[in-house]
């Protein structure tokens, strides 16, 4: 026999009753010393229990001097006069330098890492891939349990346990997985086939394992995952700082052990941009995460600001517009991070060379806004040019939703205080109501809204109250409520009754609407129009598609006021209709937009049977009630911008108001002025005696000469003295200079400058021709 084959033979119990002298040259043992000695014995590790005592295929023998030898056995039965075998006869010869057969050759050169074990997990062979993946020698691997060799850890536990099913149920499995190989300490994805491996009478014999090293594929799915969990968490609101955390969430600990968010200062004042200095950026940190608890890698707080030096990473990305990869140990980077008091890589110190660092600049319509940082410090993969390109991908779309929030922003900015310049900042003086209110803007992504509220004074002691919504939100809608807004004041300032007021508002809107502006809300406006005469304290109301207003008695009872809502304004066409009704005093009047008791999912009844109640209850001022009443109806998130005013009724009672009927006739002029006088001094008002009597002539002259019967006179002491003269003629006067010889033209001049503003307006049965002048003292 030759010195690369030798025979043996045992009997059924395993025991060497044979020994060849080709199997004492591979061996080193002669045949005294091994016949008699069971054959398991000589092998290096221990053999599967039962038939036959050694398995076929290559196992490792202990020669006698002690080192390892790898042979190839085939295990014959020798057959018996039973079913059993009496013995085996084994032949075993050197694996050989290499593979000399075609099949042999495919198996070694396979680019998988295949393996053959039996069904202990001992390594029986092996391929070059497999051996390469492992980082041991074949001859440290033969015969030795697949843990044994390899060691305990998560990844050869897994598949450890894989490979005990594949031999106990003789069942093919696949499997992925993903951690360090043996020899490698960089992360791998495998895609690994065990199957089991059967005998000449299909008894699982060993079991084989194929592993395809899929890392590409498998980064590049985490690649593709991620850049679509990029486009539903990044962005979901018009923030910038959530915005910057929602990055920062998706990067850590996905994509880094670490990832910080610095913008520029003047996306968070809704600036404009400024040019990029040349020497060291300041950047405020608005977002950071860590894989790590306590956040150890920060080295600017929140809300801090830092100064980046031209050499940094951050400011190299942020000047050349591209990702920069840096490592640790480079001059620059080691430079930066020690100024920084940033920490060094900790863990394995094979891994401390591979600490690595991603900036990214976050650029959004050709604009800087910022940049993002990426760091890798505990995992041993740095960072590499397909990361680069993911990072500025997912930068690129982190900056878009930041620069969609920093306009918004903006734009919130620029409507809000656009809205506020344009609503009462401090409400008129007057003695018809007691007067607060609330605006609250809406938050939500829509932006502001047109809403809008307005007290205005008019004559003979009313007042008007008014609120009004624009249809929309943004800058447009805000544009067109101050138009609204100045147009209600100058129609109320005609001091034209509710409905008419609305009718003129309504082709203003039609008429805006109808020349195509840009800025024109497209769906026109809502608005409530409610004018109080504290003199009869009779309430009159008009609405345009506005929610009523809801009216508190003194009794504590609360009820809607019968308003017909009628249409919008910019319908055109249809009529708007006035309702009256007279109050007690001390009533509660509260106008409100529809984003009070309107919204997504809310029920309009409920919220206004909500709104009635929280009308009622009692409060110490009239502010205080306004923010029980928004705690009480709207949800912690309105959807919508929300104006509230709540007026309290006042009266004037007998004592305030003289009223006398002026007979037609001009000798009674002068009756009326004496009448008027003494009306002045029964009110301690005797300075003002003289300038009244000049105005109740004119005014009275007027209406005798020009005007037509009935003529009624009166007076009114409130916050000013009025006089107020009315005739059954509907025209209305007006000022005109008269010339150096006219005789007459000059009495409504003389009137407008002794008093303080004068005017006119119409009546049911004519006109009334009005003046004001102050108290004397005030």
């Excluded at 593979?99 to 198996?107: D, I, K, R, V, Y």
């Excluded at 900036?359 to 050709?366: C, I, K, Q, S």
């Excluded at 919130?412 to 310049?421: C, D, F, I, P, V």
Aim: proline share 7%.
């Amino acid at each position: 026999m030759e010195d690369a084959s030798a025979a043996v033979f045992v009997d059924a119990r395993g025991i060497v009753t044979g020994w060849s002298e080709g199997a004492r040259r591979l061996t080193g043992h002669p045949a005294e010393e091994a016949v008699g000695r069971p054959v398991r014995d000589l092998l290096a590790g221990d053999a599967p229990s039962g038939t036959p005592p050694v398995p076929s295929g290559t196992v490792v023998l202990r020669h006698r001097d002690g080192r390892l030898v790898p042979l190839r056995l085939t295990v014959r039965p020798v057959s018996g006069t039973g079913s059993a075998p009496d013995g085996y006869a084994i032949t075993a010869e050197s694996p050989g330098p290499a593979e000399t057969s075609l099949a042999g050759q495919t198996f070694q050169q396979a680019s998988m890492a295949i393996s053959v074990l039996d069904t202990e997990q001992r390594f029986l062979r092996l391929n070059d891939a497999a051996r390469a993946s492992m980082g041991l020698p074949e001859e440290e691997l033969l015969g030795r349990p697949f843990l044994d060799a390899l060691g305990r850890t998560e990844y050869t536990l897994g598949i450890d346990r894989l490979l005990r099913r594949v031999a106990e149920t003789g069942e093919p499995l696949h499997h992925e997985t993903f951690g360090r190989a043996p020899s490698d300490p960089h992360l791998h994805a495998w895609n690994v086939e065990m199957w089991p491996v059967r005998g000449p009478t299909g008894e699982v014999a060993g079991t084989a394992m194929a592993g395809f090293d899929s890392t590409e594929q498998y980064r590049a799915r985490q690649r593709l995952a991620l850049l679509n969990e990029a486009a539903t968490l990044i962005g979901t609101s018009l923030d910038v700082v959530r915005t910057a955390e929602e990055l920062v969430e998706l990067l850590v600990p996905a994509f880094a052990d670490f990832a910080a968010v610095d913008l520029l200062d003047w996306v968070l004042d809704a600036d404009e941009a400024p040019a990029l200095p040349e020497t060291a950026i300041v950047l405020r940190r608005v977002a950071h995460g860590s894989a790590t608890a306590g956040l150890r890698e920060a080295a600017v707080p929140l809300g801090e600001t830092d100064v980046y030096p031209p050499f940094s990473p951050p400011a190299r990305a942020l000047r050349e517009g591209r990702a920069v990869l840096a490592r640790a140990g480079e001059d620059d980077v080691d430079r930066w991070l020690g100024g920084r008091g940033a920490p060094h890589p900790a863990g394995d110190p094979r891994h401390a060379g591979d600490h690595s660092l991603l900036a990214v600049p976050l650029r959004a319509r050709g604009t800087t806004l910022g940049v993002a940082v990426a760091v890798r410090h505990t995992r041993p993969d740095a960072y590499a040019a397909d990361d680069s390109a993911l990072a500025e991908e997912l930068a690129s779309r982190a900056a878009v939703c930041v620069d969609n929030a920093r306009r918004f922003a903006r734009e919130r900015s620029t409507a809000l205080a656009l809205q506020r310049s344009l609503l009462p900042k401090g409400l008129p003086g007057q003695a018809a109501v007691e007067v607060a209110h609330r605006y609250l803007p809406s938050g939500s992504a829509a932006g502001i809204g047109g809403d809008w509220f307005d007290v205005i004074p008019l004559s003979g002691s009313r007042v008007a109250l008014v609120v009004g919504d624009v249809v929309g939100h943004g800058i447009p809608s805000t544009a067109t409520m101050g138009r609204l807004c100045t147009a209600v004041r100058t129609l109320a300032d005609v001091d034209l009754p509710p409905d008419e007021l609305l009718t003129h508002l309504d082709d203003l809107v039609t008429h805006l609407a109808s020349g195509d502006r840009d800025d024109v809300a497209e769906l026109g406006a809502t608005c409530l129009y409610v004018v109080y005469d504290p003199v009869s304290r009779r309430l009159t109301a008009a609405a345009a598609g506005h929610p009523a207003p809801a009216l508190v008695l003194p009794d504590g009872t609360c009820r809607l006021v019968p308003v017909s809502a009628g249409p919008p304004l910019g319908v055109g066409g249809l009529p708007f209709e006035a309702t009256e009704l007279q109050l007690p005093y001390g009533s509660l009047v509260a106008l409100y937009t529809d984003g009070l008791v309107a919204g997504r999912d809310r029920d309009v009844d409920h919220a206004t049977g909500e709104l009635c109640h929280a009308l009622t209850v009692p409060a110490d001022s009239l502010g205080s009630l306004c923010d029980s009443v928004l705690k009480a109806v709207l949800p912690e998130e309105p959807g919508d911008d929300v104006a509230l005013l709540v007026a309290r009724t006042r009266a004037l009672g007998a004592e305030q108001v003289a009223t006398r009927d002026v007979p037609y006739d001009a000798a009674e002029v002068a009756a009326v002025r004496q009448w008027a006088v003494d009306r002045l001094t029964a009110w301690g008002l005797d300075e003002a005696a003289f300038v009244t009597e000049l105005v109740v002539s004119e005014l009275v002259t007027n209406a005798i000469r020009y005007g037509a019967p009935p003529i009624h006179l009166r007076l009114i002491r409130d916050h000013a003295l009025i006089c107020e003269v009315a005739d059954a003629n509907p025209t209305s006067p007006h000022l005109r200079r008269a010339h150096a010889y006219d005789e007459g033209g000059r009495g409504l001049l003389l009137v407008a400058q002794l008093t303080q503003r004068w005017g006119s307006r119409q009546t049911h049965g004519g006109k009334m021709i009005w003046a004001e002048q102050p108290l004397p003292g005030t």
